[in-house]
């Protein structure tokens, strides 16, 4: 059984930190986002791995979120540093069994295995 359980959202500061993780189990993935959706909004790509360790940031997260992946453990994480306003959304771990390229990493409809995502909320 396929399962990916996200864990680390919450509430923080304008300016903190925050580092979401996500365990996968059941399945040999490639291929590796974390996605968000604000209130209103569309789901976004934030942030993207492979298993050959290429890595993309979209432009909004650039510079201030790190993701990462820890093979032992099977978990994927999101450092998410100098959070702004806008960060405030529920943040996905998504994943799938095929290599991503660059016109399917940030695409929803792409991967086949989703988390039940964790909120982050960033207040003034």
């Known amino acids: 059984q396929v399962q990916l359980v996200e864990s680390g959202g919450g509430s923080v500061q304008a300016g903190g930190s925050l580092r979401l993780s996500c365990t996968a189990s059941?399945?040999?993935?490639?291929?590796y986002c974390w996605f968000r959706q604000a209130p209103g909004k569309e789901r976004e790509g934030s942030a993207f791995?492979?298993?050959?360790?290429?890595?993309r940031y979209a432009d909004s997260v650039n510079g201030r979120f790190t993701i990462s992946r820890d093979i032992g453990k099977n978990t994927l994480y999101l450092q998410m540093n100098n959070l702004k306003l806008e960060d405030t959304a529920i943040y996905y771990c998504?994943?799938?069994?095929?290599?991503?390229?660059?016109?399917?990493?940030?695409?929803?409809?792409?991967?086949?295995?989703w988390g039940q995502g964790t909120q982050v909320t960033v207040s003034s």
């Open positions: 998504a994943a799938d069994t095929r290599l991503a390229n660059w016109y399917t990493m940030f695409t929803v409809d792409w991967y086949n295995y």
């Open positions: 059941g399945a040999t993935f490639r291929s």
């Open positions: 791995i492979r298993t050959d360790g290429s890595k």
